[in-house]
């Protein structure tokens, strides 16, 4: 994480972060996310049946993929210097593009598109993130996110 000085914040306007490294979607990972959220359709997490299917194999929730940015924003993100906290303000947009599939490594890009003070020490930054699948073509997600990030 990169961390900025609130003066500074319209220098980081079209920031594109280092992509960051990959990460393996496991079996287990995709069940666990099954079980929380109550997704269990067979496509997810009954590896024989989805073997017959045009994918192969199983593949990841969609949701799983796109819950993954909290992880990789770790690597991405301009933290504003006091950051106090950062809250998930939503998404202006997303877009599922291609499927995940079992052991897949995925990664992310993403590109700073504003830093806005909406209150005193109140920042919202919107970010156009793309999750990324190893060797293939296009990518598993595109999202813009909107993160609030609340200053002391």
């Not at 490294?21 to 666990?32: A, G, N, P, R, S």
């Not at 049946?49 to 940015?69: D, N, Q, R, V």
Request: proline share 3%; net charge negative.
């Amino acid at each position: 994480m990169k961390i900025i000085d609130p003066i500074e914040i319209e220098e980081f306007t079209d920031f594109i972060s280092e992509p960051t490294d990959w990460f393996t979607v496991t079996q287990k990972q995709i069940d666990d996310f099954a079980e929380c959220t109550l997704d269990k359709q067979f496509i997810h997490v009954d590896v024989d049946k989805a073997k017959e299917t045009a994918y192969g194999s199983t593949i990841a929730h969609g949701f799983l993929s796109l819950s993954m940015l909290s992880f990789f924003s770790k690597k991405f993100m301009l933290e504003i210097k006091g950051m106090e906290m950062g809250i998930n303000a939503g998404f202006d947009k997303i877009r599922f593009i291609t499927p995940v599939k079992v052991n897949s490594k995925i990664r992310a890009h993403a590109k700073t598109i504003s830093i806005v003070e909406k209150k005193s020490k109140m920042f919202l930054q919107k970010i156009e993130v793309t999750i990324q699948i190893e060797h293939e073509e296009k990518p598993a997600l595109v999202a813009i996110w909107n993160v609030m990030q609340i200053i002391n």
